[in-house]
């Protein structure tokens, strides 16, 4: 039998109010609300796209009148639509595009590969549409980085591209009702602050880097030098909550423990704010770190990571976001597990929302 997505799907998105699309800087606002039946693109408080949305196995978004809009700008405001659909009911094998108001924007769809022809059908699938950098991210790269192969100590390697400034990624979470976002840390503005995290109990137990303000300036500073590390500032609806580190796993410490391809990348994590620990919390930040790291470079297959072997709790975490254990492997500080997530498991499981998103915005 197949598995319907529930009518519930829709009233999902009236009970966390509208559903905010394309938050990232530098892209017009657009909200998407349902009423009665018909999902509602506005932009500016205009409506611009309406559409009806039958869900099921494959659910079908109908559009009988064409968008008010230029063509690219439709592709944009049907995105709103889907994404909203598609970031509570990721579990839709695809959604038909029906009716003739799509045929003005139909040769961009499938040339892009946004929609694919399905026995005469259009298409979108879900494991392709959420690879779409330019809805998430602000700057999205318009092509990768040219690859050119240099040394660092001894290490052969990709030239890594310059790092970005300012928000990188934005993504409203609907079981949440709120904009996560990242923004590339800034050593003037978040120093205090991580200065305050780092010396918590909580967050010393694990990353031992307890000290002053000169001690984290210059542990920043390192960072910010060095090509292969970013740093990133979490926010919640603007609230900064969470810091991360992204790095290039070929040139880092854990390169040398498996076979690191040149695009590997792997992260590290510090929840500063105690309002921000929890369950409902981990299903939006992690998987949309995960997603902003497969969007930044097509060429990333694979995200590891290396959790202290008795971090049971973070390796569960991973574990149910998709990760594999592949081995425990001892550092000079630590034994550790090495945990991977494969890009074709992430967007064919459908990964950026957990599969009890329902359960986790009630207890939120």
């Not at 620990?277 to 969007?295: C, D, E, N, Q």
């Not at 492997?329 to 599969?355: C, I, Q, T």
Request: overall charge neutral; some cysteine.
């Amino acid at each position: 039998m197949k598995r319907e997505v529930p009518m519930e799907a829709d009233n999902r998105l009236r009970r966390s109010g509208p559903f905010r699309a394309f938050c990232a800087k530098g892209h017009a606002p657009l909200s998407v609300d349902v009423e009665c039946g018909t999902i509602i693109v506005r932009r500016e408080g205009e409506a611009v796209l309406r559409a009806s949305f039958a869900p099921g196995d494959i659910g079908r978004l109908s559009l009988a009148e064409p968008c008010r809009l230029p063509p690219d700008e439709t592709l944009r405001a049907a995105s709103a639509a889907l994404e909203a659909v598609l970031a509570d009911a990721p579990a839709i094998k695809a959604i038909a595009l029906d009716g003739d108001g799509w045929l003005g924007a139909e040769a961009d769809m499938l040339r892009s590969g946004f929609a694919i022809d399905a026995g005469g059908e259009r298409h979108v699938l879900p494991e392709l549409f959420w690879q779409f950098p330019r809805f998430w991210l602000p700057a999205p790269p318009a092509e990768p980085y040219p690859q050119t192969h240099i040394l660092t100590n001894g290490q052969r390697h990709p030239r890594r591209a310059p790092k970005p400034t300012g928000e990188v990624y934005a993504r409203h979470i609907p079981w949440l009702g709120q904009t996560l976002s990242f923004r590339a840390l800034d050593i003037d503005t978040d120093l205090a602050r991580f200065n305050r995290w780092m010396n918590d109990p909580r967050v010393a137990y694990f990353w031992k880097e307890e000290g002053d303000l000169d001690k984290h300036r210059a542990y920043l500073g390192a960072i910010a030098a060095d090509p292969h590390m970013l740093t990133l500032i979490g926010c919640a609806d603007g609230v900064p909550f969470s810091y991360f580190e992204i790095y290039w796993a070929k040139e880092n410490r854990l390169g040398p423990f498996y076979d690191a391809q040149d695009y590997d990348r792997g992260w590290h994590v510090l929840i500063g704010e105690d309002a921000f620990l929890g369950r409902h919390w981990i299903t939006a930040w992690l998987p949309s770190l995960m997603h902003y790291i497969f969007l930044d470079d097509c060429r990333t297959q694979r995200i590891v990571g290396e959790p202290a072997a008795d971090h049971h709790q973070q390796i569960r975490n991973l574990q149910r976001s998709g990760f594999a254990c592949v081995k425990h492997f001892d550092f000079p500080h630590k034994r550790a597990m090495l945990v991977m997530l494969l890009r074709e498991r992430f967007f064919g499981d459908r990964l950026w929302a957990p599969n009890d998103a329902g359960e986790q915005r009630r207890s939120a």
